[in-house]
């Protein structure tokens, strides 16, 4: 799929340049970040902008063409976090150590499949909050 330039910048922004997972800001690495689709197109997902997400290359690589997981906690197969009909907080939450945690069987089960943390991305988290820049 080829984006156009004016919808990536158009999706970076919307997104507040950071990854609309894990919420990583795209100063860091903003090369490898991708235009996500939130339902992938082998599941039928479209090209509209409604459909679209900014992710980090960690996030998309470990999301790949997946839209929905089971949360570890009930075991319910439930669908992926979607940045464009939920909001991140109702989902998530980060503590002082750069830990994310789903507050909810979708946010436990994104953070799951997601790998959302992997220790070099705790690591990473907890230096941006020690520095003040999450
Ligand atoms: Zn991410």
Redesign the pocket.
């Known amino acids: 799929m080829t984006i156009k330039a004016k919808d990536r910048d158009f999706i970076r922004q919307r997104a507040n340049n950071r990854?609309e997972?894990?919420q990583?800001p795209d100063f860091i690495t903003s090369f490898s970040y991708q235009v996500d689709h939130i339902i992938s197109k082998k599941h039928g997902g479209s090209d509209n902008l409604d459909n679209l997400a900014w992710?980090?290359f960690?996030?998309n690589n470990a999301k790949g063409a997946d839209i929905a997981a089971y949360d570890p906690i009930t075991n319910m197969l439930v669908p992926l976090y979607n940045p464009r009909t939920q909001i991140w907080d109702d989902q998530f939450k980060i503590d002082n150590t750069g830990f994310i945690i789903g507050k909810t069987a979708i946010g436990r089960a994104t953070v799951t499949i997601l790998n959302i943390n992997r220790e070099t991305e705790v690591a990473l988290r907890q230096g941006l909050i020690e520095l003040g820049n999450w």
């Open positions: 990854c997972y894990c990583k992710a980090c960690e996030c």
